[in-house]
């Protein structure tokens, strides 16, 4: 029974912070790649996303201590690799703030406009960014309170999309693949379906309950994925030409047009405060400084980089997980293969059920090559990336 809870715990917790603010880039995927070709895709993602979870997990348990990403990265590999892995970890974290403001600036454009309060997309930005960083400064821990709430209500609003869309499907459209959508297109499921963060928080939950902990995460990332893929298709498939987060509102009809703008607000406004709070965080603890200080940079560097870097949303979280994402993947991929070669390491596959001491060892002298394979699949990914982003 204990064992039960465990797994339900870690999965509805997990399942909580990857639905987020990139199930509104997932039309667009499919629009761009035709639901067959986006469906394959986002299969594949998916796939390498649990086994991600699963060598994650792995480093996890094989390391004594309570550390993130670059705390790893550094018993692992020593100072110097540490530093690669927090800077990493700072332009997620920066990345995916830039993604938010932009994404919480058009939400409240869509919903001016439908107001007829014609002021530009900008303008919405900086108000939404402004109150939310004076948020921050004063006290986040009673928004945060309700972040659990508010995924409940993202994900009702997922299946509501679903129920209220399917009578207008194009069924014609479900068998189209377009390869040249694919460009672009991976690094926006990947900053969808994974949170590879906040594995570390949910060993506190799993304690020793290993197995149990692969379990949950397991079974998260797939309902994730599923519900993801549902909100994407359903809207990709009624309204095929989604470029943009506002184009989404044009799949559903007239009397909703509150509908998108309102549920993203909110998801995305608690998003974007944790994440600068976890931001503050890190720059107050990790690096020793100042809080006040500590603040200014996490709130001034997302509108920083609106203004000189990107305002685009689908590009940004594109780059964000093709590119940042993968290579926190690559991280843990060497990692993985390090510490699996050690002599007692991935014991969890032997207690799979109805596996012999001959089969376990099979499944492990396999599983120490998966980081192999998965990490050359990672740099391509961000090779690819690099290239479409910079046009080399």
């Known amino acids: ?35 067959l070709g986006g469906t394959l895709i986002f299969t594949a993602i998916l796939l390498i996303v649990v086994i991600l979870n699963n060598l994650y997990i792995d480093v996890i348990y094989a390391v004594r201590g309570n550390h993130r990403l670059p705390g790893y990265v550094e018993k692992i590999y020593g100072r110097k690799a540490y530093w690669v892995a927090i800077t990493s970890m700072l332009a997620k974290i920066a990345g995916t703030l830039l993604a938010y403001v932009i994404l919480g600036g058009t939400f409240l454009h869509m919903l001016a406009l439908g107001l007829h309060w014609n002021y530009p997309s900008w303008f919405w930005t ?12 004063y006290g986040v821990n009673a928004v945060c309170k309700i972040q659990g709430e508010l995924t409940l209500l993202l994900i009702g609003f997922m299946l509501f999309t679903g129920l209220i869309l399917f009578p207008f499907i194009n069924w014609s459209s479900i068998a189209h693949i377009s390869i040249d959508g694919f460009v672009g297109s991976i ?3 990947f900053f969808s379906v994974s949170a590879l963060a906040v594995l570390p928080d949910l060993k506190d939950i799993a304690l020793k309950e290993q197995n149990q902990f692969r379990i949950g995460a397991t079974w998260a990332t797939l309902g994730a994925g599923a519900l993801s893929w549902i909100f994407g298709v359903v809207i990709a498939s009624v309204h095929p030409h989604v470029n943009s987060v506002a184009d989404i509102q044009k799949a559903f009809p007239q009397i909703f047009w509150w509908l998108i703008p309102l549920i993203g607000l909110l998801a995305v406004g608690t998003s974007f405060l944790t994440f600068t709070q976890a931001f503050k965080n890190l720059l ?5 400084i100042r809080r006040t200080p500590a603040w200014i940079i996490a709130v001034v560097a997302p509108i920083m980089l609106f203004a000189l870097v990107s305002q685009d949303f689908l590009k940004t979280i594109g780059f964000v997980g093709g590119v940042v994402t993968a290579f926190n993947g690559l991280l843990i991929c060497f990692m993985a293969y390090k510490i699996n070669q050690r002599k007692g390491s991935a014991l969890w596959l032997n207690h799979i059920n109805g596996s012999s001491q001959k089969s376990s060892r099979a499944y492990l002298n396999v599983w120490r090559k998966v980081p192999v394979p998965v990490a050359i699949v990672l740099t391509l990914i961000i090779i690819e990336h690099l290239i479409t982003t910079f046009h080399l």
Do not use: C, E, N, Y
């Open 187 to 189: 690094g926006i499921i």
């Open 126 to 137: 900086i108000i939404f960014w402004g109150v939310g960083s004076l948020i921050v400064f």
């Open 284 to 288: 107050h603890v990790d690096l020793k």
């Open 1 to 35: 029974m204990k064992q039960k809870t465990v797994t339900l715990q870690i999965a509805v917790s997990l399942l909580g912070t990857i639905i987020g603010a990139g199930i509104f880039g997932l039309p667009a995927v499919f629009s761009r790649t035709g639901i």
